[in-house]
Each structure stands twice: as C-alpha cells, then as structure tokens.
T-cell receptor, first 113, second 115 residues
C-alpha cells in the first residue's frame, strides 16, 4: 500500500517570505512524487515531479521541492511567496510499475499581503 | 488542444436517479481516471483505465460504473445516486501506462449534489 501525509491543513506566510509545504510518503520501492496546485473552482494543475536523480527539483511558478529518501519526505518550497500563490496544494505518490496515484489531503496556502 | 473536458459543470440529482458524467481528452493519452474530492479527504480514485476496453477499480468504486470504448472518452455512470455521492468529480489523463513518472492533466470538475 502507498500513502501520503500532509500534516498541515493550512500554512500562512507573509508575502515575500519563504514558504514550505510539507509532505511525507510511504511506498514500496522507488517512488514517483508529484505536487499539484488547485485554485478555487478549478481542476488540479501539475507543478513538479521527482522521478530520479537530483534531490532538488524545480517546477512551475518558481516552486521547488526537495526529495529526502531517509526521511521519506518531499517538501514543497519557494524562496519568496506571492499573494497569487494562495491556493490548495496536493502532494501525490505513485510506486514505480504501479498505476494508481495516491493523493494527500491537501494543504491550503494563504499568503498574507 | 482542449485538454481534458468534463460535462456537466454542475448537476443536482434526487436520490435514486441515474446519470453519466462525461469526460473527454484530445491528447491521445492511454491512461484516464476518475477521482472524487471531498473536504478533508483529498482526492480518492474511483476507477481508472489504461486503454480502450480496459478498466479497473480504484479506492472507492462502489456505486459507480465506467467503460472505455475509445481512447478519447471515459464516462462515469452513477446507477442510483445517493447523498453520499455528493462531491466534486475530476477526470484526469496521462500518457504512459507502464513506468515513467507521467504527470496527470485534470479536467475542470463536475460538482454533483444529491438530494
């Protein structure tokens, strides 16, 4: 079985400050890890993914994520938050060779002007 | 490309009624899936398909049927709607049915209310 935990329902950060949205996972074998963002009344949009290689992956809109195998974590980060980053963020995992993707419960990011 | 499209955007049903949620993609993706999104529960996989004629169950398949007669279309059928099926439904597609970390493309969603 595979699972994803997003321990924070909401993260508040001031505009211009760095942000981190946490994600931990459990999977058998090598994981494929994803971050998606959802704006109000919209579908999910892909931000970035980790497959293999460099533990720091860069994605859309200035976001990046760090894969840490020993801590089974894949935290989303951005050096300087924008008000327009306010949205719902989902972490997801898929085991290699396995079709199903498991999503976390989501973290609401609120960037305060 | 239109990407992934879903119809209708919003639907109200009475308990016991049936309906079909439509999903279509124009990217020639092999893999398509249906999720439901409920507050505090994230996205849960209902059914998925790895190609025309091939479907399988996800985490929460009860009360839903699917079929995949073409690569483009993947409708979700509610046979007898129940209030517990009130949710927002998302269709998604991706390429690559084996291996690879392919990102999914999501439709805009269908908001369903069952009274």
């Amino acid at each position: 079985a595979q699972s994803v935990a997003q321990p924070e329902d909401q993260v508040n950060v001031a505009e211009g400050n760095p942000l981190t949205v946490k994600c931990t996972y459990s999977v058998s074998g090598n994981p494929y890890l994803f971050w998606y963002v959802q704006y109000p009344n919209r579908g999910l949009q892909f931000l970035l993914k980790y497959i293999t290689g460099d533990n720091l992956v860069k994605g859309s809109y200035g976001f990046e994520a760090e894969f840490n195998k020993s801590q089974t974590s894949f935290h989303l980060k951005k050096p300087s938050a924008l008000v327009s980053d306010s949205a719902l963020y989902f972490c997801a995992v898929r085991a290699g060779g396995y079709q199903k993707v498991t999503f976390g419960t989501g973290t609401k990011l609120q960037v305060i002007p | 490309n239109a990407g992934v499209t879903q119809t209708p955007k919003f639907q109200v049903l009475k308990t016991g009624q049936s309906m079909t949620l439509q999903c279509a993609q124009d990217m020639n993706h092999e893999y398509m899936s249906w999720y439901r999104q409920d507050p505090g529960m994230g996205l849960r996989l209902i059914h998925y398909s790895v190609g025309a004629g091939i479907t399988d169950q996800g985490e929460v398949p009860n009360g839903y049927n699917v079929s995949r007669s073409t690569t483009e279309d993947f409708p979700l059928r509610l046979l007898s709607a129940a209030p517990s099926q009130t949710s927002v439904y998302f269709c998604a597609s991706r390429t690559g049915t084996s291996g690879g970390g392919w990102a999914q493309y999501f439709g805009p969603g269908t908001r369903l209310l069952v009274l």
